[in-house]
């Protein structure tokens, strides 16, 4: 299961007759197989389009947020960021290397 979340946003308080103007979205990304999870953050700039409708700050919505972020992403981004959670959760799952117990302890 994947999770994207929002855990911050940088705005201009005023920028083109507008206030509170989101330009960068923090971002995370978190992922579970059932036994492990996997968290992975990042930031993404949000660039301002004067011909789109306006939401004002109070009224936007994690999920409208998020859309943001993902297009600004771009799938081959969102894929590499996804695979590069699958591959940690594998890790966990299956670790590379193990400390073990002393024998004589």
Same mark, same amino acid.
């Given at each position: +299961?994947? &999770?994207?979340?929002? $855990?911050?946003?940088?705005?201009?308080?005023?920028?083109?007759?507008?206030?509170?103007?989101?330009?960068?979205?923090?971002?995370?990304? =978190?992922? &579970?197989?059932?036994?492990?999870?996997?968290?992975? =953050?990042?930031?993404?700039?949000?660039?301002?389009?004067? +011909?789109?409708?306006? $939401?004002?700050?109070?009224?936007? &919505?994690?999920?409208?947020?998020? +859309?943001?972020?993902?297009?600004?992403?771009?799938?081959?981004? $969102?894929?590499? $960021?996804?695979?590069?959670?699958?591959?940690?959760?594998?890790?966990?799952?299956?670790?590379?290397?193990?400390?073990?117990?002393?024998?004589?302890?």
């Amino acid at each position: +299961d994947y &999770t994207w979340s929002i $855990i911050a946003m940088e705005t201009y308080p005023s920028y083109e007759g507008k206030s509170d103007v989101v330009f960068n979205v923090k971002w995370q990304l =978190s992922a &579970t197989d059932g036994a492990n999870r996997s968290i992975i =953050s990042g930031q993404r700039d949000i660039t301002f389009d004067p +011909d789109e409708v306006f $939401i004002q700050y109070e009224n936007l &919505t994690e999920n409208q947020v998020l +859309d943001w972020v993902k297009n600004a992403l771009g799938v081959d981004e $969102i894929s590499a $960021i996804t695979g590069s959670v699958d591959a940690h959760l594998q890790t966990l799952a299956n670790p590379p290397v193990v400390e073990l117990a002393l024998p004589w302890a």
